[in-house]
């Protein structure tokens, strides 16, 4: 039986992303489209770059080969984004992580220009922790069982009328981890301005260890940092909680860095020892307001554990190391329920901005009431009042060099999640720069070019941007891309580990 016509489905009928993935797949260019998402590693966000290059010999001045992306089916050209939140793009953020372990295994145990005699430094795994700004919902465990959560009297209740403990066995996936026990109790004004505050702390930190390492060696810092240097490496990661703590690499070099061995007396008791006592004496004071100044410092709690060759021996093994810190390398403040982009009016798509009131400067004539926008936001509550306390303080002058309003996002928080010292390894521009540099040899090969280096050719360019991003049939296809890469990528790493 013929199905009627009126019964068969039209275009109109069928959802967007489908037709328009049917639409990609049967472009002549498809094929081509392709190759370019598959060059970006499946980018979720690429950017379209419109120009062209040549390849110029030096000598004659012969054009040697062109590239114009008015030759590309689609006019322009794919370059990955290079975002490095795995939330916002799974490609490039592998290829920052994978970036991350190979600078912080080169400070480790040599490579990339770092010589392997690196591993008999001094060398500790450091964890810096926020302090306690009121108690938080948490899973506590003892030999593997679960205990309560806060064990307190069922009876206890704070000033606002709400029970002081909880007696809850959290599951590791509860909503509630890190929510506070009471919102009224927990001070927020105090964890805005310590999240602010956090890169200061490290830095007077970094400041602090290294006169604490002279004092207990027994000489001036002048004398100390003629013998030795302080090297390191941190990564901040983001708790239940929306505190941020910080995970780092501490070591000691000789004068010249990681190239040359310390004196026998700087050794990891030094080290060690030294710690500890600097990050006590590190202090800082929040600009005087109504709301009071506040004295910030570091939470009490402090892990230092010694980095080893074997992961056998009673420390933590560089392997581990390098791979703990670049996972948190690509996590942002979505990791503690809030959001992976700064905060923009949702009516508009961002073509507006929040105001004072947190209404958007650009949509004030729909009728939104003030605070609204924050109301909507897909984040926790405890997140929700960060932020609002972020836009808060963020209005008052005193608190003006914190920018608070424009990384309410990040709940107050405007650091670098990785940082390094100079002398501690090669950098990110160094390893993609080689990277770039491999990938166009491999060109220059392919068209039987000059090689890459030689003085016998000059790259001449113009480009500009174009747009960015995928049509929702194009993003389906990147996606399916990224897992084929990925796949690939990690068959070699098997491959090669065997």
Known sequence: MNEKEEDRPTASQHPEWLVDLTDVINASGYERWRAMVAATGGCANPVHLAGESHIVATATGEVLHSYRTADEPSG???????????????ACSELYRADTFQLIRAG?????????????????????????????????????TARPCRPRARCRVCEHGQPVGCHIRHEPQDAEL???????????????LW??????????????????????AGMSRRAFGKLVQVSFAKVAEYQRRGLVHFHAVVRLDGPEGG?????????????????????????????????????LVWGDQLDIR???????????????????????????????????????????????????????????????????????????????????????????SEFAHLRLRPWAHMLGFRGHFATKSRRYSTTMGALRQARADHRAAEARDRNGLPALGDG???????????????SPGEAILAEEIR?????????????AAE
């Open 195 to 216: 999240q602010a505050h956090a890169g200061v702390l490290w830095h007077r930190f970094t400041l602090e260890v290294r006169r604490e390492l002279a004092k207990q």
């Open 306 to 396: 010694p980095i080893l060759l074997s992961a056998s021996l009673d420390g933590v093994s560089e392997q581990a190391v390098a791979g703990y810190i670049s996972k948190y390398a690509t996590k942002g403040a979505e990791a503690s329920g809030a959001v992976d982009h700064r905060l923009s009016c949702s009516v508009c798509r961002g073509k507006g901005r929040l105001g004072p009131a947190a209404s958007c400067t650009r949509c004030q004539g729909t009728g939104l009431k003030p605070g609204l926008l924050l109301d909507l936001l897909p984040v926790t509550e405890h997140a929700r009042r960060m932020i609002r306390t972020c836009w808060e303080l963020g209005a008052r």
């Open 456 to 470: 016998s050719t000059l790259v001449l360019g113009h480009w500009r941007f174009a747009g960015s991003g995928h």
């Open 178 to 192: 890190g929510q506070p026990i009471c919102e009224g109790c927990y001070d927020y004004v105090g964890a805005v």
């Open 76 to 90: 322009h050209l794919l370059v990955p984004c290079g975002n490095r939140r795995a939330s916002v793009c799974a």
């Open 108 to 144: 480790l145990s040599g490579g990339k220009g770092i010589p392997e005699q690196v591993s008999m430094h001094p060398r500790v795994f450091l964890t810096l922790t926020a302090p306690s700004f009121g108690p938080v919902h948490s899973r506590r465990e003892h030999n593997g």
């Open 259 to 295: 190239t040359d061995l310390p004196p026998d007396w700087a050794d990891h008791a030094l080290l060690v020892g030294a710690i500890p006592a600097a990050v006590r004496r590190v202090e800082v004071t929040s600009a005087k307001s109504e709301l009071g100044r506040r004295r």
């Open 483 to 495: 897992h084929g890469v990925q796949t690939a990528r990690t068959i070699t790493t098997q491959r």
